[in-house]
């Protein structure tokens, strides 16, 4: 996001095209942050389906819910998180689209873009409930790991985005600005540059809020313990590009209310983990399967 905003204030003329990479980006990044709670409560896949049907079932307001685990409502949420990766892929080829092939003033791409914005939207507000349900929900399991601050810092950058963007729109709009002559800022500065710059400015102290929201200590513990292999910088750098865990995730949300265990562990035969879980018989799979 900051880069694309960097290259739309030399490059104005990029913005529209620029705009919707860094609103795709934004949808891997919140299934990565999802995928990182997950991994925190329950580390080895092939034990998700033991660990969330041993969950006790509660309403949002932290009463126990019937009986049985929390199977269901896991893959439920997970749906809800990744559903905005398939959205964003489709809402992103649109966007490129329109600014391609339609004109800037023609109502085709100003009703499109209105529809983008809306999908995006609803899409992005159902993917943040379900992580934040899903924080709310494992707290308890979560607060040693700064869940909250991880959260709340990986989305204020997206929400001083919405505002300043809702900001700009109302001034352009009431026609509290309205270049004058001389002319020293022109209309593309106020509806690209100034946006832009200040959206720069605001990932910059989001990023030192990261410092503290996502530490290194608990990694090179890890290194320091010999469980980890010392990795050069560039390669830890091309590795948080790799959407393998991505792509699975995408899998699992297809296949998770149906035959398959993909993601959450083996229907028949005994389950093991590397944390020696075992010994699950018949009897009790079938109980995972029905929640």
């Not at 004109?103 to 529809?115: E, H, Q, T, Y």
């Not at 204020?156 to 505002?163: D, R």
């Not at 980890?228 to 899998?251: E, N």
Request: glycine share 8%.
């Amino acid at each position: 996001m900051s880069l694309c905003a960097l290259f739309s204030i030399y490059f104005y003329r990029t913005q529209g095209y620029l705009h919707p990479i860094a609103t795709y980006d934004e949808g891997f990044a919140i299934t990565a942050l999802f995928l990182l709670y997950v991994q925190y409560v329950c580390p080895h896949p092939n034990g998700r389906a033991q660990y969330f049907s041993n969950l006790e079932r509660r309403w949002f307001n932290g009463k126990k819910k019937g009986t049985g685990g929390s199977l269901r409502w896991y893959r439920t949420v997970w749906i809800c998180v990744f559903q905005i990766t398939i959205t964003r892929v489709a809402t992103t080829i649109a966007a490129e689209a329109l600014q391609g092939l339609t004109c800037p003033l023609s109502k085709i791409r100003s009703n499109g873009n209105i529809a983008i914005q809306v999908t995006q939207g609803v899409s992005t507000g159902v993917a943040v409930y379900g992580v934040i349900v899903f924080e709310r929900r494992l707290h308890t399991e979560l607060l040693e790991h700064h869940s909250l601050l991880k959260l709340i810092s990986f989305k204020g950058v997206v929400a001083l985005e919405a505002t300043q963007g809702i900001l700009f729109s109302v001034l352009a709009n009431t026609g509290v600005y309205f270049p004058k002559p001389p002319y020293y800022v022109s209309w593309a500065d106020f509806d690209v540059g100034i946006p832009e710059f200040v959206l720069v400015w605001e990932i910059t102290i989001v990023a030192v809020i990261f410092l503290w929201g996502y530490p290194s200590v608990p990694y090179s513990d890890i290194v320091q313990a010999g469980n980890a292999p010392v990795v050069p910088t560039w390669k830890g750098f091309l590795s948080a590009f790799y959407a393998h865990d991505i792509g699975d995730g995408v899998k699992y949300m297809f296949t998770a209310f149906g035959k398959s265990t993909f993601l959450e562990g083996s229907q028949t035969g005994d389950v093991q983990t590397e944390e020696g879980m075992q010994g699950i018989n018949i009897h009790n799979k079938r109980n995972v399967i029905r929640d």
